[in-house]
């Protein structure tokens, strides 16, 4: 069973507000000439803001937060955020895996940006919903 995709769009703002919250100012992740210096595409995204967005869209589906049981993920591709009012989308999709004797539910999740998956190994357990 697949669970309705979830689309969140990430611009630079966003990007400033997760600096200030982490405390994560690295200039990758606002300068483009220090991303590009080091290798990059450009600035991108914290990998843990990408998560925490992953995140967002299980605790939805989940219905609580507290329901979460179980979360991880490995990162396999930077989201580029580009300098413009528009920013880029990350879509986060799953597909329930299987449910437990206990009440779990154990999802595969998918995050894409541009088509490409920017997560790999993305994997949940949730309580049930009713």
């Known amino acids: 069973m697949d669970l309705p995709v979830k689309t969140f769009r990430v611009t630079r703002a966003d990007l400033v507000r997760y600096a200030g919250a982490s405390g994560d100012f690295n200039p990758i ?18 990998g843990m803001f990408t998560m925490a967005l992953v995140g ?14 179980e979360y991880g993920v490995r990162f396999t591709r930077p989201v580029v955020v580009p300098d413009d009012d528009e920013g880029t989308e990350i879509q986060v999709s799953a597909v329930v895996r299987g449910v437990t004797e206990e009440g779990l539910t154990r999802l ?10 920017v997560l790999a190994q993305a994997r949940a357990t949730i309580r049930t919903p009713s």
Do not use: F, M, N, Y
């Open 29 to 46: 992740h606002w300068s483009d000439r220090t991303a590009v210096k080091v290798g990059l595409p450009g600035v991108i995204a914290h």
């Open 56 to 69: 967002r869209a299980v605790t939805e589906w989940a219905g609580a937060a507290d329901a979460v049981v």
């Open 108 to 117: 595969d999740l998918t995050a894409t940006c541009h088509g490409e998956k």
